[in-house]
T-cell receptor, first 109, second 119 residues
Framework: RKEVEQDPGPFNVPEGATVAFNCTYS??????FFWYRQDCRKEPKLLMS???SGNEDGRFTAQLNRASQYISLLIRDSKLSDSATYLC??????????FGAGTTVTVRA | GAGVSQSPSNKVTEKGKDVELRCDPI?????LYWYRQSLGQGLEFLIY????????KSGLPSDRFSAERTGGSVSTLTIQRTQQEDSAVYLC?????????????????FGPGTRLTVL
């Protein structure tokens, strides 16, 4: 079983729609969680950290469910520029990172 | 400020040749990671350096792969006797893992990658 699993999508949504997707992780000792964004043929860049209490950054909301071992990302009022692959990242206490394979989101006009 | 840089940006080589990929991390970052990403795939962890600790080599796919980090800064990933399945984008990332306010921070800053093509 992979350490981090994501629905690859693609999620095709119209502008202005809300899209949400999850990422599950297998290591219960995982300590830190992040969402990264990767545009086509570009390097990944940090989108946001995920905190236990959940957190928002503008139109983006991240949630962590430790009991069920998943994190989620919700994008409200989708923009064309949100089209990208979203990578889930999980870090254990010894700072080892595991990346999910990514969820592709395509926002259409 | 300067980000993570990698060289070369593109490398085409013949099967069986050795290649060296270079990564210059952000100054002061103690952690350095190598990943590879095949077309349409997620990131595959290869190796991790943290300060003066022994590197975590658990992700290296075979003994043809090795990496060094000299002086806690620049890192070189070497692939010996390259095979066609080694073709991928090799990404380097650096970070400064730390605890603050009860939370751990380990934001990865990625370089632009080296696109390796083995013919």
């Amino acid at each position: 079983r992979k350490e981090v699993e994501q629905d690859p999508g693609p999620f095709n949504v119209p502008e202005g729609a809300t899209v949400a997707f999850n990422c599950t992780y297998s290591n219960s000792a995982s300590q830190s969680f992040f969402w990264y964004r990767q545009d086509c043929r570009k390097e990944p860049k940090l989108l946001m950290s995920v905190y236990s209490s959940g957190n928002e950054d503008g139109r983006f909301t991240a949630q962590l469910n430790r009991a069920s071992q998943y994190i989620s990302l919700l994008i409200r009022d989708s923009k064309l520029s949100d089209s990208a692959t979203y990578l889930c990242v999980v870090i254990t206490r010894d700072y080892k990172l595991s990346f999910g394979a990514g969820t592709t989101v395509t926002v259409r006009a | 400020g300067a980000g993570v840089s990698q060289s070369p940006s593109n490398k085409v080589t013949e099967k069986g040749k050795d290649v060296e990929l270079r990564c210059d991390p952000i100054s002061g970052h103690t952690a350095l990671y190598w990943y590879r990403q095949s077309l349409g795939q997620g990131l595959e962890f290869l190796i991790y350096f943290q300060g003066n600790s022994a590197p975590d080599k658990s992700g290296l796919p075979s003994d043809r792969f090795s990496a060094e980090r000299t002086g806690g800064s620049v890192s070189t990933l070497t692939i010996q006797r390259t095979q066609q399945e080694d073709s991928a984008v090799y990404l380097c990332a650096s970070s400064l893992p730390r605890l603050a306010g009860g939370r751990s921070y380990n934001e990865q800053f990625f370089g632009p990658g080296t696109r390796l093509t083995v013919l």
